[in-house]
C-alpha cells in the first residue's frame, strides 16, 4: 500500500509534517454591503448579494458574532465585502479574536499601527487599461504607494484574457514595489466582451504563470499545480464544478452524495444572520467557475486521493503550502 513515508523523501516528508498540523478551519465573512469602486465582473455586485442582507451596524454584535464563530471552530476569518476598509471597526473585532486575512481594493490603507500583521490582499485586475475598463480606474497606481514595501500585503492579481503576454510587466511592477503576488483567473460575471477564456488561452497562460514563477520565485506565490488545476478545471481526472466544490456552505450543502469539503465552511452576509451559497458568487455557472480558492480547497481536501504517487502527492503538498503562505500560516 502506498503511504506519505514511502512516496516522499526526508525533505518533502518534513515539508508535508510541517503543513499536516495546521489543520485550517477558515469561513468568509461580508463586512459591508457598500464599496468604493464599483467593477465590471464583481461577483458581490453582479449577484446581487448585497442587497440579500441589511448590514449589521452594531459593533457589540459584531464582536459577540465573532465569539460564536471561534467557538464554532473557525481559525481563520477571511474578510470580503463590499470593501471591509470601509468599516475598521468590524475588521478589528475579528482581528482581536481570530487570525484575519482583508481583501480590499487598496484605495484605503489598512492602518499598520492598528492592525501590525495582518494579511491584506490587494485586487487587482489587470494592467492600467483593464482595470480603467473594468474597475474605473488604475489602482494599482494608487494601492502600491499606500503598500510599498508592507511585509504583510500581497497582490491578488486576477488575470483576464487580454493579459497574456503581458504578465511579466505587472509582476516584475509588483516586485519593484516590494510586494508579493498570487495569480487568478477572471471568472468574468457579467460577460465583458472579450474577457471570457477560450480553451487555447488558458493552454496559453497556464504557460505564462509557469514562467512567473520560475522568473520571480521570491514574489510570486504559488504553484505550477494549481495553475494545471485553474487553467485546466481538472484533477486527477475529474472535472471542477458545483459536484465537486469544496467552498460551499455547509448548512446549504444539500448535493447528495456530498464531496470532500472545506468542514464547517460558512459565508456569512453582513447582517450576520444569512448565509450565501459558496464562496463566491450566489448565481455563477458552476461550470465557468475560475475561483482560486475554491480550485486550492479542492486540491487541499483531497489529500489521500493524491497518495498515488511522489508526483501527485508534492503537487498537493506543494498547494497546500501556498494556502498556507497565502494566509500566513507559514512563512512566504
Ligand atoms: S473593489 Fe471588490 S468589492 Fe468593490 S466592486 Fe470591485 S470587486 Fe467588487
Ligand atoms: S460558483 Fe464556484 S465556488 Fe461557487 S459553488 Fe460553484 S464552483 Fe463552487
Redesign the pocket.
Known amino acids: 500500500m502506498k503511504t506519505v513515508s514511502s512516496l516522499l523523501d526526508k525533505e518533502w516528508h518534513e515539508r508535508y509534517k510541517r503543513i499536516s498540523k495546521l489543520n485550517i478551519r477558515s469561513s468568509i465573512y461580508d463586512v459591508t454591503n457598500q ?1 468604493n ?3 465590471k465582473g ?1 461577483f ?2 453582479s449577484s446581487g448579494e448585497d442587497k440579500v442582507a441589511n448590514e449589521e451596524r452594531n459593533i457589540k454584535k459584531w464582536e459577540a458574532f465573532v465569539d460564536r464563530e471561534k467557538e464554532r471552530g473557525v481559525n481563520l476569518a477571511i474578510l470580503i ?3 471591509p476598509t470601509l468599516y475598521l471597526d468590524r475588521i478589528e473585532a475579528f482581528y482581536k479574536q481570530l487570525p484575519t486575512f482583508c481583501a480590499t ?1 487598496g484605495l484605503i490603507k489598512v492602518p499598520r499601527d492598528r492592525f501590525p500583521d495582518m494579511v491584506v490582499g490587494i ?1 487587482l485586475w489587470g494592467d492600467e487599461e483593464d482595470e480603467k475598463t473594468l ?1 474605473g480606474k488604475d489602482t494599482f497606481s494608487i494601492s502600491s504607494k499606500k503598500y510599498e514595501g508592507d511585509l504583510y500585503a500581497y497582490y491578488l492579481y486576477t488575470i483576464t484574457p487580454r493579459q497574456i503576454g503581458k504578465t511579466e510587466r505587472i509582476v516584475k511592477k509588483i516586485h519593484d514595489a516590494g510586494l508579493k503576488v498570487h495569480m487568478q483567473l477572471l471568472s468574468n460575471d457579467e460577460g465583458v466582451y472579450g474577457f471570457s477564456w477560450k480553451p487555447e488561452e488558458l493552454k496559453d497562460i497556464r504557460v505564462e504563470m509557469d514562467d512567473m514563477l520560475d522568473k520571480y520565485p521570491k514574489t510570486v506565490i504559488s504553484s505550477k499545480y494549481y495553475h494545471k488545476i485553474i487553467t485546466s478545471g481538472k484533477m486527477l481526472g475529474r472535472s471542477f464544478g458545483w459536484n465537486e466544490c469544496p467552498s460551499v456552505t455547509e448548512p446549504l450543502d444539500n448535493r447528495d452524495p456530498k464531496p470532500k469539503r472545506l468542514i464547517h465552511f460558512i459565508r456569512w452576509a453582513s447582517d450576520l444572520k444569512t448565509m450565501h451559497r459558496c464562496c463566491t458568487s450566489e448565481t455563477r455557472d458552476c461550470s465557468i467557475c475560475k475561483d482560486g480558492a475554491a480550485h486550492m480547497s479542492w486540491v487541499m481536501v483531497n489529500k489521500r486521493e493524491h497518495i498515488r504517487s511522489t508526483k501527485d502527492l508534492q503537487g498537493w503538498i506543494e498547494v497546500y503550502e501556498m494556502f498556507a503562505k497565502l494566509y500566513q500560516f507559514i512563512p512566504w
Do not use: A, D, P, W
Open positions: 464599496c469602486l464599483r467593477c464583481c458581490f455586485f465585502g463590499g470593501e481594493n485586487s474597475r
